[in-house]
């Protein structure tokens, strides 16, 4: 099982929810408006300048089985890329566990 976490141009969100709905059997994904800073910041601004200097992006998780994780990560890479600076990236991490609360259920069938 894998955690998938991506950041994205916000102006992409529908185009890359529209391709991870298009996956069979994923199960879901998690959407978050955040703002951060990268390499490009300005290095002649002021420290005051760079703190209010952030620049808004989309968060997305989903948590998967590992048969999905190219489909996934595929689908996310094509539909958010604009060819421009500041695109986003896209992290895979190892899930340990999953816990459905519902129902009990443990590992990929929570997922």
């Known amino acids: 099982m894998k955690h998938i ?9 529908t185009e890359v929810t529209l391709a991870l709905r298009s996956i069979e059997n994923l199960s879901g994904m998690t959407v978050l408006d955040v703002k951060g800073f990268g390499r490009g910041r300005k290095k002649e601004a002021t420290l005051e300048e760079q703190l209010l200097d952030f620049v808004p992006h989309v968060k997305i ?9 190219e489909q996934v990560v ?6 958010a890329h604009t060819g421009l ?11 340990q566990d999953a ?4 129902t009990g259920e443990r590992g990929k069938a929570a997922v």
């Open 99 to 102: 816990i459905r609360i519902s």
């Open 5 to 13: 976490i991506s950041y994205i141009k916000p102006h992409k969100l």
């Open 61 to 69: 998780e989903v948590f998967c089985n590992d048969e999905l994780v």
């Open 74 to 79: 595929n689908a996310i890479e094509t539909t």
């Open 85 to 95: 600076r500041g695109d986003g990236k896209i992290y895979i991490c190892s899930l």
